[in-house]
């Protein structure tokens, strides 16, 4: 590892992001109290990716040794949700888990039945490997609690001006909320995961939760939509790091941010680094329409105009195909008349992104 972006005496090392020529957003954070690593997870990159299959899977490879270099040095890892590009099973990496404290995304309530099982298969393996015993020991009856629709806290959504979209945006809300409340039913009425603790592992969930290590505050969001409001994909926990007065804001998985109200936290956080995911541009016309990559543009903006960050790591969806930088050019135009710097992981250490130097090679040959 070197090069670390410096805040102070916090130092954070970007490990792995897609501009590297593998799916993931993995980092370590150190502080004097904590060094923590971040979504210790790798997959490999989607078959459009002009890559042959041998090494878009060595990428990945590469990528999966990174993370295990980075765990060597941690005490604590978070898991912002359960995809695979976010973490790694247990099964065959226990290295990276254990002797370890473990902030993880809630397995039980805010999640979409895709990471529910993931969830629960992830923390099964952890529980076997490292000490526990049986998984089933986890299980526990459902907790009580009220499940309102995440639209009504999102008030800058409910308020939009969505022109002539209107008509389709309320038909989509609609279907949203049928959906939203197929997923509440789930953590209402089957069984929930305990937090554990082992002689070799620790595991606490992380939504909404606070947490002091020394002089350094590790924050985290209540659940946030992975994309658009009712995305599909589910919901991803986000992370502010403060140390000495410096802070580090991680957005995970928002896609652009795409949700108006999630630009206007980040503005407020007023963070020094930003490491934000774009959208997903190479998904442009399938599961992106351009009024939602207009919102992801719009408010990747606007963070860089109100807030008071620095330097941003712009890398994770957005630098799955060649065109990226064309279609955002809004955003780094906005950056460069900001005097912000807007970077990948791949720029941060002086490389082109791996998908222009490919796109380079194609075009030469």
Known sequence: MNKPIKLGRMEIYLLWFDSMGAKSSSFLVMTPDLKLLVDPGVAVMQPSYPLPEEEKGRLAEEAFQKIEEGAEEADTVFISHYHYDHHTLPRGAEGIYRGKRLWVK???????????????????????????????????????????????????????????????????????????????????????????????????????????????????TLPLFHGIEYARLGWVVGLVVEYDGHKLLYTSDLQGPQVEDYAQWIVEEKPELLIADGPTTYLLGYMLNQINLRRAIENMCKIIKESTVRLIIYDHHNLREARYRERLRDVYRMAESQGKNLLTAAEWYGEEPLIIKVNQRRGKS
């Not at 986890?138 to 959504?157: F, R």
């Open 106 to 220: 809630d397995p039980n309530q805010w999640i979409n039945s895709s990471q529910w099982e993931r969830g629960r298969l992830f923390l099964g393996e952890l529980y076997l490997a490292l000490g526990g015993g049986d998984p089933r020991d986890m299980l526990t009856p459902p907790k009580e609690a009220e499940y309102p629709d995440p639209l009504d806290g999102l008030p800058l959504v409910k308020g939009k001006d969505w022109g002539n979209y209107r008509g389709r945006k309320e038909e989509l809300s609609k279907k949203g909320r049928k959906w939203f409340c197929r997923q509440r039913r789930k953590w209402i009425e089957e069984p929930w995961l305990k937090e554990f603790k082992t002689a070799k592992v620790e595991v606490r969930f992380a939504d909404g939760q606070t947490f002091t290590a020394g002089r350094t505050k590790i924050r985290f």
